[in-house]
C-alpha cells in the first residue's frame, strides 16, 4: 500500500515548475473526476487543485448540481478536473436521477479518479458511490479532513480496511485546506495522465461561462444565507446576462417549491434577499474587476424537482 507521504523527486520537479516556464518534456493531459458523497470536501479541493475558485462550496450538502470542469496548467501536465454532484440516494425523484445519471456519465471516461472520503469514516453513502465506480479507471482514495482527525494511530488499521474494499492505486490522506497536501496530491495525479497534447490554453481555469458562475455564486450564498431551513431543491435561474464594456448586467431567479420558502429567501422586510444579492454582486466583482448590477427575483414553482421536463429545462440533463 503506498500512503504517498514521500514524493518522488521526479514528481517534486514537476510540482515546483513554475506555470509559465516552456514545459520541458512531452506535453500530458487528461481528465481528472472528483467523487464521493455530499459535504466531504470535493469543492474544495477541486478550488484547491484548480487554484482558483471554480465550484461553489458550502456547509449545507448537496451544492453542486452541475458538472463543472476546472483546468490547472502546470509544467508540462494540463489537468482537467471534472466535479460531479453529490451522489444521491434517499430520493427517487427527477431530479435525483438526472443527478445520479450525471454520476453515471462523467465517471466511466476519464483518466483518474478521486474518490474523496472523510478520513477515518466510511459509511452506506460512501458504499453506495464506490459501488459506481467503473473498473477501468484508477481510483486514488482521499481520506481528506485528516486536520479532523484526533488519533492519527487510528488511520494506518482504517486504511487497511479500505484497501479490502477497493483496489485502489494510492491511498492518500489529506486536508483539502493544507496547501502543501494539495500541491503532493497534484503531483500524484500527474503520473497518471497520458502523454497527449493539451486541449485548452494554459490560462483557461474552466469552460464555464461567467453566466455560469453567477448563477452558481448565487446559489452558494443563498444556501449558505438559508442555512438548513431551506430545501436543496431550491435553485436558480440566470435569465439575462448582458455585457457593455466593463459593466455587467444580471437578472436571475430564484425558484423555490414553496410559498413559505419564498419568505425564508426574502427574510424580514426583504433583508436576506438583500444579502444574498449584495454579497454575490461583490464577489462577482472582485472576480471580473468590473462593475456589475445584478436583479433578484423570487418565485414559487411547486413540484419543479419532480417534473422531468422542468428539471432538463433548468439544465440538469
Ligand atoms: N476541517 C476541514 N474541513 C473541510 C476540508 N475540506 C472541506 N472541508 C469543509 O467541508 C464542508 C463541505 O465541503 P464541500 O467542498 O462543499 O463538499 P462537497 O463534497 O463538494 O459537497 P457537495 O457539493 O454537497 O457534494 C465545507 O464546510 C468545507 O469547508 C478539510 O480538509 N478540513
Redesign the pocket.
Known sequence: MSTDSSPSSSTDAASSTPAAAEPAGPQRCGFIAIV?K????????LNALVGAKVSI???K????RHRITGIRTEGATQFVFVDT??YQTRHGNALNRALNKAVLGTVGDVDLLLF?VEAGRFDLADAKVLALLPPNVPVILVA?????VHRRVEIAPWLRSMQERYPFAEFFPM????PRDVQRLLALCERYLPEQPWMYEADDLTDRSERFLAGELVREKLFRLTGDELPYTSTVVVDRFEQEGELRRIAATIIVERESHKGIVIGEKGERLKRIGTETRQELEREWGGKVFLELWVKVRSGWSDDEARVRAYGYE
Open positions: 464521493g455530499p459535504n466531504v470536501g470535493k469543492s474544495t479541493l462550496t458550502s456547509r450538502a448537496q451544492t453542486t454532484p453529490g474523496v481528506n479532513k485528516l486536520d479532523r486536508s483539502a485546506k493544507q
